[in-house]
């Protein structure tokens, strides 16, 4: 019994701690399995959703797109068989006769568009996607996740970290699809070495495909996002010579939609003014398009990024429990790096934008127009969350509302508390502090819905 104990499945897991979207009257609590947890508006849970009994999914995003008709959808990954990358549309929820229960609703997740996966043993890893008024975009990523490694780690019940790899020689190789066909279209975008996580945005331009997102330069920097509360404790400045062995920057890309057949592989394709983005035909197909990217940060010099550490240095020593904002119009240090990135998603998903919010060891909001950055920094205890932007309700303009973060401070003696800044200045406006025996944990995603 033992031994044929050795060669069974674990039970899936339910711990969907991720990310959350509002689903008609409820709540849904994903993560990066096709699991979904559902729960009414109080809290009160009703039941979780495995889409691997509907359709072939293996790996789901925790990010999902909202589009029209409240439609919403995600990607994934099946790897029953050749692997493939999906889009999937889980239609809006609506009550069936009988019930409200959201789960009947979510169980009509339907695959619209397969992409086969370049490679049969070691698939591309992808956290997030980006989607315009008529296009989904879709990466092939540079980091690989290797089957066989995988099913050693399944099997033994072992977490499968040590199955992810990243190769900085491999391509990137981004897909365009038609959302009103699920159309794959055949010209393909690649740019060597690129691994990100988040799409921050992504629209069109006179007939050019615009995605920004937030690159890492090397797969490890994901420890960040395991390691446990320990080091977060007494341990600063490690987790700050950490983060700074990584490269980390927010970058733009762009794809030419209109390739003319008779254009020279030394003609740039990319037509449009405001962007030093570049993607040239390959010379030995024509349908593969070599990019190369624009930072919407641009790097600090090498004084600038002393003077940073050396301001940084006397911060951390002096400050005390209240945040502080800095203007920077360069991208001056390690510990300023951005991820997690929202914007004014009503308004400005999948139109052209100015700004986005993001967090690394600070809050940022960054000016993709005129590349430059406003920053709130804690004290050296306090990390936090990914900023929510909630626009006033009578907003015209893209960052007329403020910018929620909740703060874990990892001193026992201070208490944790919710951020309120102004979305247009990044002046902090309030704090709501938790009750002091009430721990806030450190969180990624997030999300803010009036009920
Ligand atoms: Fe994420």
Redesign the pocket.
């Known amino acids: 019994m033992k031994f044929k104990s050795w060669f069974q499945l674990p039970p899936k897991g339910d711990n969907v701690n ?2 959350v979207f509002k689903y008609g009257d409820f709540l849904v609590a994903c993560t990066d399995s096709p699991v979904f947890q559902t729960v009414t508006q109080d809290l009160n849970t009703v039941g979780s959703v495995d889409l691997t009994e509907v359709i072939s999914l293996t790996l789901a ?3 999902p797109h909202f589009g029209e008709n409240d439609s919403i959808y995600i990607s994934g990954s099946s790897f029953k068989g050749r692997p493939n990358h999906h889009i999937v549309r889980i239609p809006p929820y609506s009550a069936v006769a009988g019930t409200d229960d959201p789960r009947e609703s979510l169980a009509k997740a339907e695959i619209i568009c397969s992409i086969p996966s370049r490679s049969i043993f070691n698939p591309s890893y992808s ?2 996607f980006g989607m315009t008024e008529n296009y989904f975009i879709y990466c092939e990523t540079t980091v690989s996740l290797s089957l066989i490694k995988t099913v050693g780690k399944v099997l033994s019940g072992a977490a499968v970290n040590d199955a992810f790899s990243y190769d900085p020689q491999e391509m990137a190789v981004f897909h365009i699809i038609s959302r009103a066909t699920g159309e794959v279209l055949p010209t393909k975008y690649q740019i060597p070495g690129l691994f990100f ?2 799409t921050i945005n992504s629209y069109e331009d006179e007939n050019h495909i615009v995605l920004d997102l937030c690159s890492f330069s090397d797969f490890q920097t994901a420890d960040l996002f395991t390691q446990p509360i320990e080091l977060f404790k007494n341990n600063e400045w490690k987790r700050k010579k950490h983060w700074s062995t990584y490269k980390h920057y927010p970058l733009r890309l762009v794809f030419p939609l209109s390739i003319p057949q008779t254009s020279p592989s030394n003609s740039n394709l990319v037509k449009l003014k405001d962007t030093t983005c570049t993607a040239y035909r390959n010379p030995s197909s024509d349908l593969l398009i070599d990019v190369t990217s624009e930072r919407l940060l641009p790097e600090g010099e090498k004084w600038r990024r002393l003077l940073n550490h050396l301001f940084l240095f006397f911060f951390l020593v002096a400050s005390d429990n209240h945040g502080t904002r800095i203007t920077a119009n360069s991208d001056t240090g390690s510990e300023d790096r951005i991820d ?1 990135p929202q914007i004014n998603y009503a308004k400005c998903n999948g139109r052209k934008y100015r700004y986005f919010y993001g967090t690394g060891l600070i809050l940022g909001k960054v000016d993709v127009v005129t590349k430059s950055s406003l920053r709130w920094r804690g004290s050296a205890s306090q990390y936090p969350s990914e900023p929510v932007f909630v626009p006033h309700p009578d907003a015209t303009l893209e960052d007329d509302g403020v910018v929620l973060a909740s703060v874990c401070d990892v001193d026992p003696s201070k208490r944790d508390f919710l951020l309120v800044l102004d979305g247009k200045t990044f002046q902090e406006l309030a704090r709501a502090y938790v009750p002091e025996k009430v721990r806030v944990p450190y969180s ?2 997030g999300s803010y819905y009036s009920i």
């Open positions: 991720i990310n995003t925790a990010h956290h997030s996580f988040h997690i990624i995603h």
